[in-house]
Antibody, heavy 119, light 107 residues
Framework: QVQLQESGPGLVKPSETLSLTCTVS????????WSWFRQSPGKGLEWLGY???????YYSPSLKSRVSISVDTSKNQFSLKLSFVTAADTAVYFC?????????????WGQGTLVSVSS | DIQMTQSPSSLSASVGDRVTITCRAS??????LNWYQQQPGKAPNLLIS???SLHSGVPSRFGGSGSGTDFTLTISSLQPEDFATYFC?????????FGQGTKLEIK
């Protein structure tokens, strides 16, 4: 059974870069897409973007200028970077496998990690 | 972006009740609609894909229907573990977007 685990700082200063890593265990990154989401009381669940195991990221247009997703198949990890953060970027961040199949669903998720933006 | 609107935002019901949650898309999305359940402090859990296809391991009391712009999630007989928040998600076009959630509470 594939498992995902987010890791990274829980506190980031305004204007700095948020960096998170998702480690995948129990399965390979190969042949799948891998996504990042965030969830905050004010904005609900938000999909940030995905990357295919061999590269080729796609970013949500609302964050495209600030977000970067990369993959490291040798470590079975993929990562999120969000630059120039503000308090509005405070949220629980999730990684997930997908979108999966033609119907673009997300079957396996990490437990989520809270990132707060504050000085 | 496609806007997804769920109703109601919250719902109080009792064990054994039949409940229906509605999700409306701002444009025609065919059957590209998925439903998730989220317990407090946990990640979303896939219930239904392609509007009506029950995901493996999900109890048969959950059902989904609809196409185009209007969709429903029905729980035929509420169990204690069903009190949670439910989200719809469209996968017709990127960016993938979610409804704001329906919180199902015990009456």
């Amino acid at each position: 059974q594939v498992q995902l685990q987010e890791s990274g700082p829980g506190l980031v200063k305004p204007s700095e870069t948020l960096s998170l890593t998702c480690t995948v265990s129990g399965g390979s990154l190969r042949s799948y897409y891998w996504s990042w989401f965030r969830q905050s009381p004010g904005k609900g669940l938000e999909w940030l973007g995905y990357i295919y195991y061999s590269g080729g990221p796609y970013y949500s247009p609302s964050l495209k200028s600030r977000v970067s997703i990369s993959v490291d198949t040798s470590k079975n990890q993929f990562s999120l970077k969000l630059s120039f953060v503000t308090a509005a970027d405070t949220a629980v961040y999730f990684c997930a496998r997908g979108p999966y199949s033609n119907y673009g669903y997300f079957e396996h998720w990490g437990q989520g990690t809270l990132v707060s933006v504050s000085s | 972006d496609i806007q997804m609107t769920q109703s109601p935002s919250s719902l109080s019901a009792s064990v054994g009740d039949r409940v229906t949650i509605t999700c409306r898309a701002s444009q025609n999305i065919g059957s590209y609609l998925n439903w998730y359940q989220q317990q407090p402090g946990k990640a979303p859990n896939l219930l239904i894909s392609a509007a009506s296809s029950l995901h493996s391991g999900v109890p048969s009391r959950f059902g989904g229907s609809g196409s185009g712009t209007d969709f429903t999630l029905t729980i035929s007989s509420l169990q204690p573990e069903d009190f949670a928040t439910y989200f719809c998600q469209q996968s017709y076009s990127k960016p993938y977007t979610f409804g704001q959630g329906t919180k199902l509470e015990i009456k």
